[in-house]
């Protein structure tokens, strides 16, 4: 009897682990990764095809690998460059039952590349110079009136327009895959800024955000509210107190579990009901994800048992009422104003910056 009770276990076991396994990797066999130097994997240890990226980490856990797998995301793309490369990739767009992609963060940068350029004319300085200079209230005075609210508007239209326009040409070429944007997190939250820093950029990524998650959601595409994930912990999960934005290995890690995560939870949801689940929006709620690793996958060595619980009130979305900076204050003003915007500017496919 106990032998039998020991083989049953040992099955169920197995079963649960495979379970747990396939349940995401084997609804994906085809992995398109797009955007910018996040998705690249900028900063880390390796090339874009070996490092620990979140995206290099989620083709291992879903077991895609070889010619199934593809990461064509570019450093320094904006979304206006996303949008002229995509033609390129149409086979791919198309196979793909698995795509996720980062794209804005360059277009809000270079607002204040050229502020920069503005004040400090050919003396251009390097990322520790550059984050000194940030907390430098005569620099901080001299970038400030550089980068306007109509700057930082004029870019969100443009990104908007773009977005657009990239989220209709994947649907075009591939109308039920699984699409997946990522909110652009906040790599100044928690990193001792000053406050005029702080809040000029959690307001631009919170428009952006805005932006990206009313667009891409209204072609059944989903938006991960990344930003919350990573609120607060700029100095511990990216490259910024050496004035680099990029995520580091902790902050890749954080992402690819969220992704995985949430695939985790479609696929079982998906098996109950039929069609779509609810995509997450900037302004609805939804349960915090369980701090839970991946199998098939290690933390990095700098994740601490602190880093590694997700904190269930910094990862539930913010509702317009909410008392929670001006950011999202602003985020809210947009919301109610996009259409408004949009008829001042008619989107110009033509457009195309670096």
Not at 138 to 154: G, M, N, P
Request: proline residues 4%.
């Amino acid at each position: 009897m106990k032998k039998i009770l020991c083989t049953l276990l040992v099955a169920i076991l197995i079963l649960a682990a495979a379970r747990l396994q396939i349940s995401a990797g084997g609804k994906y066999s085809r992995l398109l990764l797009l955007g910018d130097s996040i998705t690249y994997g900028y900063g880390l240890e390796g090339t874009r095809d070996t490092c620990n990226s979140y995206g290099n980490l989620l083709g291992e856990h879903l077991g895609i690998r070889g010619g199934n797998f593809k990461n064509a995301a570019v450093n320094g793309d904006t979304s206006a460059d996303l949008l002229a490369l995509l033609p390129s990739l149409a086979g791919e767009i198309e196979s793909a039952d698995l795509i996720v992609i980062t794209i804005g963060g360059n277009d809000l940068l270079s607002i204040l590349w050229e502020a920069v350029a503005a004040v400090l004319g050919a003396a251009w300085p390097g990322n520790t110079e550059l984050a000194a200079m940030l907390n430098n209230p005569e620099y901080i005075e001299r970038f400030a009136r550089q980068i306007t609210v109509q700057k930082i508007t004029d870019a969100i239209i443009g990104y908007t327009a773009n977005l657009e326009r990239i989220v209709g040409f994947i649907r075009e070429k591939n109308p039920c895959g699984m699409v997946i944007f990522l909110a652009q997190y906040d790599p100044v939250s928690g990193a001792g800024f000053p406050e005029e820093v702080s809040a000029m950029s959690e307001s631009a990524i919170m428009l952006l955000n805005a932006a990206m998650s009313e667009t891409v959601t209204k072609r059944n595409c989903v938006w991960l509210d990344i930003y919350s994930l990573f609120e607060g912990k700029g100095p511990e999960w990216t490259f910024i107190r050496e004035g680099d934005i990029h995520p580091n290995a902790t902050g890749h890690y954080m992402i690819f579990r969220y992704i995985a995560d949430y695939l985790e939870t479609y696929s079982e949801d998906s098996e109950t009901t039929s069609g779509m689940t609810e995509t997450t929006t900037l302004f609805g709620t939804s349960t915090a994800l369980e701090a839970t690793t991946m199998p098939g996958t290690t933390a990095p060595v700098d994740l601490t048992p602190a880093d590694g619980e997700i904190n269930h009130e910094k990862t539930k979305r913010r509702g317009c009422k909410v008392s929670a900076g001006p950011g999202y204050v602003f985020a809210c003003l947009f919301c109610t104003t996009l259409a408004t915007l949009r008829k001042k500017r008619p989107p110009d496919g033509n457009n195309r910056e670096r």
